[in-house]
């Protein structure tokens, strides 16, 4: 990118040998520049990693074999031509001709920053300016975590530091391949940065061994990144299976074996079997994690649960046991185990516990058809009384006359309507009583 014109000024010669160093000496200073209009000489500001090597580029458009010379920022000159009068053996001379002086810079440090000039001596002279510009990556990136070992459902704290950046980083973080948002805070000394992020998680069962990456974008570095990996305890996933009968029902003087699996961080310590709301039956044999009833009967009958427990806390998974008759051939509704998690936040996790679900599917369809079965004959009974009483009523209904009050239409007032009215005192018999 092409610069402005500045007005030019003196240069001084920092490593003059000889009479020829004097002499641009002289010229540099005596020599009164007019502001040059810029339009023959082009050059592009620079941007360079700490440590690695800067080019700068003074060119000329339309050469007519004009003195090209480059100044630092101090305005000593680096280059007059094809000779390096300035003792500073890091700049090197890459190509001179009429038309180009192009000059690296190695080991580049954040001192050598600033505007470089690049002058043509024509009539008026010419002077125009690159910036270099030096990026400074992080010099360590470090995670602290709050916790080293964390429980399931617990928040923790984590910060991730890049230290003395130009310009300041962004820290991005992720947990696995999933990018999650932290809180940065930026302090400057002199003229570097120090960025700070915090991120606070909260951890689960599935989060251990998983990695918290912290990852820094910046101009000078690609792929800089640390991570720590989470470590958590949770409480045990237990699961019970059955290991005899495998397939079909638990009939009535068959054997039934169970196996009780627990996992968990620490690796559950204490494990035992019970039967719920009720006592273990005398002649059920508890191996370890293994359950063995080796003849099944109707008392057996019930619920038997796995209880496994370590530092954490204590689950555990329930069999439900019905025995069959002996002759039952009927395949359960559903054959198999379903988990019944001790929580919601079990369930979540997907624990891995079972319970015997066929034998009590079948049971529940038999009880739904028997409550079924009931609710159809009262509805029935309803509807022949509703029925019965509506054809009662029907043939009930009509207008009723009485003979009381008969012939006393036309009487004037009560009392001669009650005296006409046919039954009345007029009309009936009198009684006579005969005393002798």
Known sequence: MAGRAQPSGPAGSGGARGLLPLLLLLLSAAAIIPRGDGQNLVTEDVTVVEGDVATISCRVKN????????????????YFRDFRPLKDSRFQLVNFSNSEL???????????EGRYFCQLYTDPPQEIYTTITVLVPPRNLVIDIQKEIAVEGEEIELNCTAMASRPATTIRW???NKELTGKSEVEQWSDMYTVTSQLVLKVGREDDGVPVICLVDHPAVKDLQTQRYLEVMY?????VSQNYPVQGLTREGEPLE?????????????????????????????????LLISNLNKTDNGTYRCEASNAVGKSHADYMLFV?????????????????????????YGDLSDS????????RSVDHAVVGGV?????????????????????????????????????ADADTAIINAEGGQNNSEEKKEYFI
């Open 63 to 78: 050469s007519d074999d004009s003195v090209i010379q480059l100044l630092n920022p101090n305005r000593q000159t680096i």
């Open 102 to 112: 192009r000059v690296s810079l190695t080991n580049v440090s954040i001192s050598d």
């Open 174 to 176: 992720f947990k696995g």
């Open 235 to 239: 409480k045990p996933q237990v699961r």
């Open 258 to 290: 169970l196996t009780c699996a627990a996992f968990g961080k620490p690796q559950p310590t204490d494990m035992r079997w019970l039967r719920v709301d009720d006592e273990m039956p005398q002649h059920v044999v508890v191996s370890g994690s293994n």
């Open 324 to 348: 069959y008759d002996t002759t039952a051939t009927t395949e359960p509704a559903v054959h198999g185990f379903t988990q019944l998690p001790n929580s919601a936040e079990e369930l979540d």
């Open 356 to 363: 015997r679900a066929g034998e009590e599917g079948a049971i």
């Open 375 to 411: 609710v159809a004959v009262v509805v029935f009974a309803m509807l022949c009384l509703l029925i019965i009483l509506g054809r009662y009523f029907a043939r009930h209904k009509g207008t009723y006359f009485t003979h009381e009050a008969k012939g006393a239409d036309d009487a």
